[in-house]
């Protein structure tokens, strides 16, 4: 009887010995047609956040507002990748790879045109949430064809170059992001994917090659993907409108009973259909559950982070958005240094300490940054950013071959669609719950300090427009304020801003040490390196 590994195998020699004609086919073509795709997804992943104090004052928006232009994106995605990566199985990834960059670009240029023509907050976050959807399109497709296409024994390196380019991506977002605000405004940072989609779309048509359908894609769980959307929803939801209805209200509740309920019924379905979209028997494996948890907790403390330091240093600093994408550049950049350092060392003695290890450090990194104060200085900041990076690159190396390698081999394509919807949930639940932490204490310290530095008295309304520029540290000075009112409003406004941000990097911090502890779980996989999964 063969072994799964030798059919993958031939395949592989299958597909590679295919004469191609003229460009299509290529390996290298085909790298550099994935690369273009995942490029977009990854650039726009950071790039918005730097955007976001500009978005913010130029729409009017709210906390919750500029939190759905971040999760409505990263929801999306999450809520379809399992789903997106079994209609490329069944239908061809090109189609769906092709499909997605379209889509990809021209909802980039709706959202821009949202701001642009409509000044539309509620118009954007509806694009946005498409994006995410065509976003979804790329990233398991993208992978799926460079597995149809490279030989086994160069399958990882084409992997490692096209991780590379997401890296550099990330990285290179705050800084675009940054001249994009400061010089042209920040619809251009959306704008910039129309160019970049349109030869990703040339160099897809002329170089890919459409992967066949694979038989056992071709029935759908759609209970289990509505049931998995809708707890996913109203969980998101409950936790960014909890500080506006009140965390003992009716409405709070039953969004969090409703969310309780749909992941009962997902359970309940998901144990009982014969095509489940995510078998339940993937959980049983004690070191993969603590690889999606770890990846979770990872997401969290990254898009956390670099949430609510966009508005510290914009807001309550004035930086621009330029200097501001330089500062958050050590922890990006130190993504990318740490990635290749991170594989080898997991490679030598194993994922489960490199990633405890770095857990740990990104826990203090967190707590460096809870503590930072209005008098800080900027430069305060490099440094944990740096740790911060360092310490989230052995995870976000280890997470895949814990994730995937602990999975059966006949369950692996689901479970790295598992893997990237963590990545996605972690992010949102990330943004979601620090603030609603910020939010809380905004509401519970403004109102007294506001009183003790003897502002004038602020009606219900007035009193809620102030709560909610103070949650992005926006100070509420009117025109024609005297200097020194204004300066009260301001010092007001900005310290009661540091102490939310101060008891977001907090709780960050201990969601870190937990994942340090997770990590002592994992243990590295039993997957070949040829059966790893492409969605």
């Known amino acids: 009887m063969s072994h799964p590994g030798d059919v993958a195998t031939g395949e592989h020699a299958a597909v590679t010995s295919i004469k191609r004609k003229g460009m299509r086919g290529s390996p290298g073509l085909t790298l550099l047609a994935a690369a273009l795709g995942v490029m977009m997804v990854a650039l726009d992943g950071t ?3 730097v955007a976001n104090p500009a978005i913010q004052a130029n729409l009017g928006a709210s906390l919750a507002d500029i939190q759905w232009v971040t999760n409505g994106y990263l929801l999306a995605l999450a809520v379809t990748l399992i789903t997106i990566g079994k209609i490329g199985d069944r239908f061809g990834h090109k189609k769906v790879f092709l499909t997605g960059i379209v889509g990809f670009g021209l909802t980039s240029a709706a959202i821009g045109l949202s701001g642009d023509i409509a000044k539309s907050i509620s118009l954007m976050i509806a694009f946005r949430v498409l994006q995410g959807v065509f976003g979804a399109m790329l990233q398991p497709t993208a992978l799926a064809l460079l597995r149809s296409t490279f030989p086994v024994e160069k399958l990882n390196n084409a992997i ?6 997401i890296g550099a991506s990330t990285a290179a977002g705050p800084i675009i992001g940054g001249l994009l605000v400061q010089h042209i405004n920040w619809e251009a ?3 910039v994917n129309v160019p970049v989609g349109i030869i990703a779309l040339v160099v897809g048509l002329l170089v890919l090659r459409e992967t066949p359908s694979s ?8 209970p289990g993907i509505a049931l998995l959307s809708a707890f996913l929803f109203l969980l998101v939801w409950a936790l960014i409108k909890a500080p506006d209805y009140g965390w003992g209200s009716g409405e709070t509740i039953g969004y969090f009973a409703g969310a309780v309920a749909a992941l009962a019924l997902f359970i309940l379905r998901e144990a009982k259909t014969k095509t489940p979209l995510l078998p339940l028997t993937l959980f049983r494996s004690v070191p993969l559950s603590a690889g999606v948890v770890l990846v979770l907790t990872l997401m969290f403390a990254l898009f956390g982070a670099m949430f609510f330091m ?14 501001t994408g330089v500062r958050l550049l050590p922890m990006t950049a130190m993504l990318i240094v740490g990635a290749p350092l991170a594989g080898v060392v997991i490679t030598k003695v194993g994922p489960r300490i490199p990633m405890f290890v770095g857990m740990v450090f990104a826990a203090v990194a967190l707590f460096g940054l809870s503590r930072l104060s209005i008098d800080s200085s900027l430069n305060d ?12 690159s052995p995870v976000m190396v ?25 990545m996605q949930v972690g992010g949102t639940i990330g943004t979601a719950v620090l603030g609603a932490v910020m939010s809380a204490k905004v509401d519970s310290l403004l109102p007294a300090r506001w009183a003790a530095a003897h502002l004038p008295a602020l009606g219900p309304a007035q009193l809620a ?4 520029a103070t949650t992005v540290g926006v100070a509420s000075v009117q025109k024609g304020t005297p200097p020194r009112l204004a300066a009260s409003i301001a010092e007001v406004t900005h310290t009661t801003f540091i102490s939310g941000m101060t008891a977001s990097f907090l709780v960050a911090s201990v969601v870190a040490v937990g994942g340090a502890l997770i990590a002592l779980l994992t243990k590295k996989g039993s997957a070949p390196a040829d059966q790893l999964p492409v969605h």
């Open 47 to 49: 790039i918005v956040a």
């Open 160 to 165: 490692g170059v096209w991780g590379a380019v």
């Open 189 to 191: 940072c959306f704008y």
């Open 215 to 222: 038989p056992s894609a071709r029935s759908f769980d759609i």
């Open 310 to 323: 966009t508005f510290f240093m914009e807001n309550v600093h004035g930086l621009g958005p330029v200097a």
């Open 381 to 392: 900041t490099i440094g944990w950013f740096a740790l911060l990076g360092l310490g989230l």
């Open 398 to 422: 280890g997470g895949t071959e814990v994730i995937v390698g602990n999975a059966p081999v006949e369950l692996a394509g689901v479970a790295s669609g598992l893997q990237s919807t963590a």
């Open 465 to 468: 427009a102030v709560k909610s």
